[in-house]
């Protein structure tokens, strides 16, 4: 089963709109983490949030902002006013505390800032 | 900023030939991890490593590959054999501790083409 889907394929949006990326996560752990990765073009990952379980409260920074919904299971990602540097590929991946804590990835959301 | 670094970031060999990817870790991480990536999809765990040792790996991670940390600095991947199918983004990750609470650094990647 999947732990974590991004039901989002790919996304454009104009510049400077606002776009949500979409992640449900599955995990009978009640200890875990969430995480949001990017990939741009050049094709490595640049982190940007660790989320624990505990921890609901939404965050922002700068123009990013993470809403954590225990109850429906999600941890989606919005940009605001996007650019164009915004456009790769975004992940959202789960820890579990069991195990060796190693990542399940989604599958991704392509995102496309058009100029 | 420490790094993980990975070398070389792009191979090409020959079906059949063994291949060692490599990678050096920050200096006061514990925790090794191999992620791959088939081209257009989602990133996948491979295997972590801690104290000198497998402490999880996935279905993917058959007898064709292993890994071995030879001299306290590098940590490296072997396919012996590659196939068609291994061609794919390898991508190094290094915690301190847990990555589930301390978060995970990855290296750059190596795109690896098997022809």
């Known amino acids: 089963a999947q732990k974590v889907t991004q039901a989002q394929t790919e996304i454009s949006v104009v510049e400077k709109e606002d776009v949500t990326l979409d992640c449900v996560y599955e995990?009978?752990?009640?200890?875990?983490?969430l995480f949001w990765y990017k990939q741009p073009p050049s094709g490595e990952l640049v982190f940007l949030i660790r989320?624990?379980?505990?921890?609901?409260q939404n965050e922002i920074s700068g123009r990013y902002s993470w809403n954590f919904q225990k109850s429906t299971s999600s941890f989606n990602f919005t940009i605001t006013a996007s650019q164009v540097v915004d456009s790769a590929v975004y992940f959202c991946a789960l820890s579990e505390e069991t195990g060796a804590n190693n990542l399940f990835f989604g599958t991704g959301t392509r995102l496309t800032v058009i100029p | 900023e420490p790094e993980v670094t990975q070398t070389p970031s792009h191979q090409v060999t020959q079906m059949g030939q063994e291949v060692i990817l490599r990678c050096v870790p920050i200096s006061n991480h514990l925790y090794f991890y191999w992620y791959r990536q088939i081209l257009g999809q989602k990133v996948e765990f491979l295997v972590s490593f801690y104290n000198n040792e497998i402490s999880e790996k996935s279905e993917i991670f058959d007898d064709q590959f292993s890994v071995e940390r030879p001299d306290g600095s590098n940590f490296t991947l072997k396919i012996r054999s590659t196939k068609l199918e291994d061609s794919a983004m390898y991508f190094c990750?290094?915690?301190?501790?847990?990555?589930?609470?301390?978060?995970?650094?990855f290296g750059s990647g190596t795109r690896l083409t098997v022809v």
């Open positions: 990750a290094s915690s301190v501790n847990a990555g589930i609470l301390y978060g995970y650094t």
């Open positions: 995990t009978r752990d009640t200890t875990y983490y």
């Open positions: 989320r624990n379980s505990f921890d609901e």
